[in-house]
């Protein structure tokens, strides 16, 4: 079945620590991308691709990093942690600019 | 700088009640206008996409309404069931990544 896997689904971690949080898609869509929730509030795009090798930062300033190797994969990173980070990410992805978003689950980061 | 607002903040009603969510935007350039459904600690999924020449659009119980030229648009919940409670989002277009707006969305709670 076509969809959109994040992992972990959660992660409680100490600060200054490297973290990975993973996105997969098995729909073969070109566009990828990475929004930032915090609870109760509006989602906030913090980076995007629209194919391999391609990526741009979003609206948000964010301290994180991506990649895109292959179509199916949009890790984000964090190279050092802080309390500040903690937040939902969530992952989408789309077969076309002006079409609709397909979301991964999320990831509920807590730095402490 | 392009807004979504949307109302009521927070709504209760009783089972098999009907009930209708308000989006108010100011984005430009207008592309589509999207409402997503998103459970709580879960990623948003997709309602209703409509473009400038759409004023209506249905999905399933889930009927979206655009006026463009007062733009406005109000997603209209039928015969209310538990499990429609979540979160309901209002995402404005402009016809790129970095011009998506998200609302903050309407909590809707469903009580039996």
């Known amino acids: 079945e076509a969809d959109i896997y994040q992992t972990p689904r959660y992660l409680v971690i100490g600060t200054g620590k490297k973290i990975t949080l993973e996105c997969s898609q098995t729909?073969?869509?070109?566009?990828m991308y990475w929004y930032q929730q915090d609870p109760g509030m509006e989602l906030h795009l913090i980076h995007y691709?629209?194919?391999?090798?391609?990526?741009e930062k979003g609206d948000l300033s964010s301290e994180s990093t991506v990649s895109r190797i292959r179509t199916e994969h949009f890790p984000l990173t964090l190279e050092s942690a802080r309390p500040s980070h903690t937040s939902q990410y969530l992952c989408?992805?789309?077969?076309?600019?002006?079409?609709?978003?397909?979301f991964g689950s999320g990831t509920r980061l807590t730095v402490v | 700088k392009n807004q979504v607002e949307q109302s009521p903040q927070s709504l209760i009603i009783l089972e098999g009640k009907n009930c209708t969510l308000q989006?108010?935007?100011?984005?430009?350039?207008?592309?589509?206008l999207r409402w997503y459904k998103q459970d709580t600690g879960r990623g948003p999924v997709s309602l209703t996409i409509?473009?400038?020449?759409?004023n209506t659009k249905s999905n399933g119980r889930y009927t979206a309404t655009l006026d463009a030229d007062t733009k406005q648009s109000s997603l209209h919940i039928t015969a209310s069931q538990l499990s429609d409670s979540a979160s309901y989002i209002c995402?404005?277009?402009?016809?790129?990544?970095?011009?998506?707006?998200f609302g903050s969305g309407t909590q809707l709670t469903v009580l039996p």
């Open positions: 729909m073969g869509h070109d566009k």
């Open positions: 409509m473009t400038f020449s759409e």
């Open positions: 691709s629209y194919g391999v090798n391609s990526t």
């Open positions: 989006c108010n935007y100011t984005v430009s350039p207008f592309s589509n």
């Open positions: 989408a992805s789309s077969e076309w600019r002006e079409g609709g978003y397909t």
């Open positions: 995402v404005v277009g402009s016809g790129s990544a970095r011009q998506l707006t």
